[in-house]
């Protein structure tokens, strides 16, 4: 999505207002939400876009990385996480309910796999576990009961392995999902849960 800042009003503003929404839509940025942190913010990301020549469109997706960037350098790390998952996709709420529980949030696991043959198996794993452990909020209110929905499993298997048989890229997905299963039980250990959420394969 492209945003354009009205050539009538400061654009410093605008992306003040659009800071601040991206930061409660995504939660867990609480503490920067009061309003000299926000300006502070956007007059830092107005300066950058002056230095790069960029006066008019910006993507949306540049603020959320630069976001992301500002806040690990200012120790909000978990505020940084969150908006890396939830800003940009990567994890979202079902739009539809067929757990007959709590919430199912959906994990596009093809947005996880690096193009072009870089990434090795274990580096996405470990991203994998780190995104599990940004989510794990929103299992909180309810005990961990809910559902972990995984979508395109079997292409982010494929992806890591280059190809390959499709008894190994079956094998591989196998493993995503049981890593998501364990991860989640770890977490609800290490969160109190009474339950850990269900993983489902949506793709199955």
Known sequence: MIWNPHPARDRKTVLARQISSMLEACGGAESLLAGDNIEEFARSLDQALEERGMTDAVHTADIILFLVQALSSVGERRAARRLL????????????????????????????????????????????????????????????????????????????????????????????????????????????????????????
């Open 85 to 204: 998952v939830f800003g940009t996709g990567l994890a979202a709420p079902a739009a539809w309910d067929v757990t007959g529980g709590g919430p199912m949030w959906i994990l596009d696991l093809r947005e996880m796999t690096v193009r072009d043959g870089c990434p090795i198996e274990l580096l996405f794993f470990v991203c994998l576990s780190a995104v599990l452990d940004a989510m794990a909020e929103v299992w909180d209110e309810c005990g961990g009961d809910g559902v972990l929905g995984l979508r395109h499993v079997s292409q982010a298997a494929a992806a890591l392995l280059g190809g390959g048989k499709p008894g190994r890229i079956r094998k591989l997905a196998r493993e995503i999902k049981q890593t998501c299963r364990a991860r989640l039980d770890q977490i609800a250990a290490d969160r109190g849960w009474r339950t850990a959420p269900r993983v489902l394969d949506l793709d199955s």
